[in-house]
């Protein structure tokens, strides 16, 4: 068995992507099949820390960050609110917790009204339903899309050194996501909306490593809906080994973005890898990137255009990777060729 670490080691400076499954029937009507994609990097022009361009608040872009009182989530809102001119509602399951990181934001960014505290917890249903309704009395019920949510980041997740349980990790990486989804989905513009779903390099590990039925590979390339998903957590939940619970998770939330982009077609979903971080959940594995260096990823799929691209999987450079192994920076970028299993 491979060990965490010794994969954790192999995605240093790993990216990943998206398959698409390999008949027409799974795939999202707007979206190619297995075809090459361009490779534009170029992000939107940061706004300057006074928020310069954003002359009325009904221009700024709403983005909820689930698990950002710490760690990369943190660190993106930072980056959000000083140099991008966002409005960021930052979840945190713990208040207090929340409420420092709010703080920081603020001293950080040099504005007071760049972030607002949300408190969330993606492994309880009352729980996100609580907030999504408290979002929804600060965005009012306008059906202006300037009142609504531009994207929504599930970067919530746990694992590795956090220490959870098997459940636990399954839960919160795989439900939490499809938790704030089901949830905020109505708050979202539906327009030009936006799902980012942070996922992981051992994702691809997971498949690669740790699936040995090539039918089985096959379906963690292709979009699973709710009942698929669910067989299969039951199923890495007996394989009873923590790592291949945190690495299977991230296998399967791909498998729901890909459902996602299939659902939506007129939003932009997106899975991605940070990169290996140092954060609380690797701490004590050697990483040694800090959190403002594991966001390239996220501010692509934030602020690229992602048309006829939605469902892959990203990168920590910000280029396609593929969810049957891992690819590591340096190495040219997946072209969506169909894998062969
Ligand atoms: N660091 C890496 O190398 C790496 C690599 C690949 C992917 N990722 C992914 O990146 C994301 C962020 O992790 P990180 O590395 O920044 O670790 P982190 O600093 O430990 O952040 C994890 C965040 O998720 C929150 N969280 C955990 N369970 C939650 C729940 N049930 N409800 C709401 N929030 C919850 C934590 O809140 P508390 O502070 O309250 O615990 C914390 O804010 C995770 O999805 C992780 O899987 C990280």
Redesign the pocket.
Known sequence: MVSKWTIAASFVSYYTFILYPTTSALTPASLPLFTNVGRSRCYNSPKDKNGEGNSNMSDVKRILV????????LALTKQLVADYGCHVYL????AV?GANAVDEVKKFSGKDDGVELLT????NEASVQAAAASLSRKLGSSEDHKNKLYAIVN?????LS?GTSISEVLD??VR?PRRVVDNFLPLLDPNVGRIIN?G??SGPNFVHDYLTNPREKSRYVGPMDRDEIEEEILKVEKMNDSYAAYAGSKALLACYTMSLARQHPNLSTAIL?????K????KGGG?TKL?RD?TVSLRKCLFDDLNHMSGYFWGSDGLRSPLHYLRNPGEPEYDGEAPTF
């Not at 689930?66 to 989530?73: D, L, P, Q, R, W």
């Not at 979840?91 to 713990?94: F, Q």
């Not at 954060?279 to 690797?282: A, E, H």
């Open positions: 689930t698990g950002a009182n710490s760690g990369i989530g979840g945190s399951r713990d917790r969330i917890d993606v492994s970067n919530a997740g746990t694992g956090h919160t990486n939490g942070v992981s390099g890898t940070p990169g290996y971080i954060t609380n959940m690797t990483a959190p594991g």
